[in-house]
């Protein structure tokens, strides 16, 4: 009987990614899915060490899973936790340390051992090396047929913000080549793909070179104009970016490119020059303003979403209006703001002048409904306008579909005949909180 197996997953579009890399390796390597954590024989929890809270999260789950673990061991039955992720990176043999149910612990660079791991008794418990060609390397395609999916064309980050566990958890930079991600983008679409979003900690910093032409560097405009020749393709979109690698290329490809949609994710942090600098941001306000600037003037058509993060170290009233003043000249199409929270190991969390959490959260609620206005300004304008909407899902309702806007907005669809995959008309007929809800047209 194969063994089966349950993940987890904590945190952001790259954890997302890994973890369906680990379901195909998994099904690969002979093993059963489960459907829940109760009925299976491997728990897999994939961390996310980004958001505040993530390893309390992880401990409190830990709890419950050891004391599952005992009980099913009493019935004479193996039970295997694996912790996985960014957390696994940070805290290594400190998680083993805190709780000795756990059989593994495995960094986001290591995650091809995982079958073999559990194949095999007495490996070492701790894996965390930063591997990230042989992660690549050894991943299988994906088995499962979606409308949209994730591909991850780099990892890791040398930017070095001060807040930031990215660099110490994934690594340095490292770009996949040109041909894998065509590869398995082109695998994807056979499979009935329409839209990649393609994935990197830092992705708009992503450089390779091409098989036939080594001294070529390949940058990723060029990687967007190499796979929008996939025929079926019809939509290309990438995050995260950080804004001082927005080149002129990229700018122009999005001109002349019409599958590369016209919304960026841009984080920004904060709108003071000296919160900025204290963060390593490595631009100003200005800087990042003109970039907007010039952007639109190229497309026209291009939304923009962005992180902030509020009540940083030092931050005064002042520095919190540069960042509103920045909210109201972008009027950005949708955002995430967090209060900052101190992450063990950044330069930031040894940094003095810790803001008042009172202070921290009156600020957060100040911008959240500016942002939040900004954004319901944006999604009025299309009311009554027809929208060229990719259905990728069922929706709650029956007959109900969920697709997306060029702009990533969901819109609900109701219709008796089968839509998923396909790019429809849609007239915009009302909106509640953040989704539109439209009529077919075609």
Not at 38 to 67: M, P, Q, W
Not at 123 to 143: D, G, P
Not at 210 to 237: V, W
């Amino acid at each position: 009987m194969h063994r089966s197996f349950f993940i987890k997953t904590y945190g952001c579009q790259m954890n997302s990614y890994d973890s369906e890399k680990i379901n195909d390796l998994l099904l690969f390597n002979g093993f059963r899915k489960a459907e829940d954590l109760e009925k299976t024989d491997v728990a897999i929890l994939n961390t996310c060490h980004i958001r505040e809270k993530a390893s309390e999260k992880l401990y409190s789950d830990l709890g419950r899973l050891s004391i599952f673990k005992k009980n099913k061991e009493k019935l004479g039955k193996k039970f295997s936790i694996v912790v996985m992720g960014c957390v696994a990176q940070a805290e290594g043999k400190e998680i083993i340390n805190r709780n000795n149910s756990v059989d593994y612990v495995v960094g986001p660079q290591n995650i091809q051992i995982i079958p073999n791991l559990l194949k095999k008794e007495n490996f070492e418990k701790v894996h965390v090396n930063f591997l990230s060609e042989e992660k690549f390397q050894s991943l299988t395609f994906s088995k499962t047929n979606k409308t949209a999916s994730m591909i991850s064309i780099q990892e890791g980050c040398d930017k070095f913000c001060s807040f930031c566990v990215v660099p110490y958890t994934r690594g340095a930079e490292f770009s996949r080549t040109v041909e894998d991600i065509y590869a398995e983008i082109n695998h994807v679409v056979q499979k009935g793909t329409k839209e990649v979003t393609l994935l990197g900690q830092n992705v708009s910093s992503y450089e390779s070179t091409i098989y036939e032409d080594k001294e070529k560097k390949i940058k990723l405009a060029n990687l967007c104009n190499i796979i929008s020749k996939i025929p079926r393709l019809k939509r290309i979109r990438y995050l995260t970016s950080h804004p001082n690698d927005i080149d002129n290329y990229l700018i122009s490809e999005h001109a002349k490119n019409e599958k590369m949609m016209p919304f960026l994710h841009l984080p920004i942090q904060s709108g003071s020059d000296k919160i900025l600098k204290k963060m390593n941001r490595k631009h100003t306000k200005k800087q990042y303003l003109d970039l907007v600037k010039k952007i639109k003037l190229v497309v026209p058509k291009m939304a923009f979403s962005s992180d902030f993060i509020v009540g940083y170290p030092g931050e005064t009233e002042e520095d919190f209006e540069q960042t509103v003043s920045v909210v109201n000249a972008v009027k950005f199409a949708s955002s995430y703001s967090f209060v900052y929270s101190s992450r063990p190991g950044t330069p930031a969390s040894t940094q003095e002048d810790v803001i008042n959490p009172e202070v921290k959260k009156k600020r957060l609620t100040y911008l959240q409904e500016l942002l939040i206005k900004h954004q319901n300004n944006f999604n009025n304008f299309f009311l009554d306008k027809e929208v060229e909407v990719l259905i990728t899902d069922v929706g709650k309702k029956d007959n109900q579909y969920v697709g997306r806007t060029p702009h990533l907005q969901p819109v609900h669809v109701y219709s008796k005949k089968n839509l998923i995959g396909k790019i429809l008309n849609i007239k915009i007929e009302r909106l509640t909180s953040f989704s539109f809800h439209g009529k077919i047209l075609n």
